[in-house]
């Protein structure tokens, strides 16, 4: 895992990003890693859960539509209560920071995701009878985690939401649609995404130190376009406006994601981790077109604060990875070439 995490580091500083991760070498998808730092939780396929899911035809369904084996997602599930065991990122982030004289950045599983993933009825509700009461500490881990990574001085801390998109988009019957992380939704999408606003704003309360983001896809699962979601960010802005956080990081090199005109109703001194390239998809992107793009969002908010990124990872699962090393080296490369390009 080190070798794997120095490999990614060198291939973005070789390719001219500012802001260096791990790569995530260490995970298995996004948010499993958990199982690892956490007692309480049990890393179970999508094929394991069945057994276990209230709706299980539903749920039966929903894997036949999906384009993964139900083998290739797991998902860590709460059967005890949660106690740290060692730093959810912490530790990574040390090893990252030795490595790299770049700037840092380092990602977590945001609260409401883990809140609704995580809780499975029948498996949890023995340590948490209720998905609320599994909330306060899942606040309260994430939170410490949070402040330590800000007391280390790195510089941004994305929290990773994916699954708020389902609520917007897919309307009720999205409770079980996402990568199969939302078990637990709420029934009403409205109140749902409420719960998302108050969550985030309560895990980085008052945290300066380093740039807070949170990261919302449509899905990155597959390369087959017309399984993922589809629709406009504009229905999420109203909540997003009332986050606590400094980064949006957004995806738009799909049509899928609509316009950029919605932008403008971020909350003042938002910054935008603006999508530019897609991760599920072999050729680059032109630079000409990363630099069209990165010009009509400065339009709108002003260059400071545009930040260039991929849509999402270029990895999701590690049994089923989206693309190649190769392939997201050089679409890293091509947004280097167009930051600098931009500055120029």
């Known amino acids: 895992m ?38 309480g939780l049990r890393l179970m396929t999508m094929a394991d859960l069945l057994d276990h899911v209230e709706d299980k035809p539903g749920f ?21 209560k949660l106690r740290a065991k060692a730093p959810l990122v912490a530790d990574d982030a040390r090893f990252l920071r030795q490595h790299t004289k770049r700037a840092i950045k380092v990602t977590l599983p945001g609260p409401d ?21 599994l909330i306060d500490d899942l606040v309260a881990l ?36 996402f990568m199969c992380a939302a078990l637990a939704a709420q029934a009403s999408p409205e109140s749902e995404l409420e719960l998302a606003v108050e969550l985030i704003n309560r895990v980085v309360e008052g945290v300066s ?11 990155n699962w597959s390369r087959k376009e017309e399984v993922l979601l589809a629709g406009s960010y504009d229905p999420l802005m109203p909540y997003f406006a009332r986050m606590k956080v400094k980064q949006f990081v957004l995806e738009y090199a799909t049509e899928r994601a609509g316009t ?14 603006l999508g530019a390239v897609n991760p599920r998809t ?26 260039l990124n991929p ?12 693309n190649s090393a190769a392939a997201a080296e050089q679409k890293i490369a091509a947004l280097a070439t167009a930051a600098a390009e931009l500055r120029r």
């Open 260 to 273: 950029l005109d919605a932008r403008a109703q971020l909350p003042p001194g938002a910054q935008v981790g």
């Open 2 to 39: 080190d070798q794997a995490a120095l490999l990614a580091i060198k291939q973005q500083e070789d390719a001219g990003a500012d802001l260096i991760t791990d790569g995530e070498q260490r995970r298995d998808n996004f948010y499993s890693f958990l199982c690892d730092k956490l007692d």
């Open 282 to 307: 072999s050729e680059s992107e032109p630079v000409a077109t990363i630099v069209a793009r990165a010009r009509r969002i400065a339009e709108l908010l002003g260059t400071e604060r545009v930040f």
């Open 311 to 322: 849509d999402c990872g270029f990895g999701t699962f590690a049994e089923r990875p989206m």
């Open 209 to 219: 130190g380093t740039i807070t983001g949170i990261h919302v896809c449509r899905g």
């Open 142 to 177: 994430l939170r410490a985690e949070l402040l330590e990574l800000e007391r280390m001085g790195v510089e941004m801390v994305q929290f990773d939401e994916p699954v708020l998109t389902e609520l917007v988009f897919a309307g009720k019957s999205a409770t079980r649609t």
């Open 113 to 133: 995701l883990l809140s609704r993933s995580i809780w499975v009825k029948r498996l949890s509700e023995s340590a948490y009878p209720t998905r609320a009461e």
């Open 60 to 80: 039966e369904a929903l894997l036949q539509t999906l384009d993964v084996p139900a083998f290739a997602i797991k998902n860590p599930t709460v059967v005890g």
